[in-house]
């Protein structure tokens, strides 16, 4: 479990790092409206740093005591921040 929200840490705090080059440079723009006057600037990266380390934080409480719905879930969620992460480096490298 632990290299699991590990994983998943790190796929988060990637998403936030790339999401933020390919919006500064203008290869793409953000899609969660939450986060659009964020991007770009300095603050961003430590929103995505933080709500990273609390959702890994929370999931591993979880874990405690729903360890299989907790690894089902955070097995989904990785799928789908790798997904997301390949996704923002096949725009920067393809388009």
Avoid at 26 to 34: K, S, T
Avoid at 44 to 72: C, D, N, R, S, Y
Wanted: proline share 2%.
């Amino acid at each position: 479990m632990r290299l699991l929200l590990g994983t998943l840490f790190a796929l988060l705090v990637s998403d936030g790092l790339i999401t933020n080059f390919l919006v500064t440079h203008r290869f793409a723009i953000e899609g969660n409206p939450l986060l659009v006057m964020w991007v770009g600037k300095e603050v961003f990266l430590l929103i995505k740093g933080v709500g990273a380390f609390l959702a890994t934080l929370l999931l591993w409480e979880m874990h405690q005591h729903h360890p299989k719905l907790v690894l089902g879930t955070t097995l989904c969620f990785v799928v789908s921040y790798t997904f997301i992460v390949y996704w923002s480096l096949y725009v920067f490298f393809i388009f």
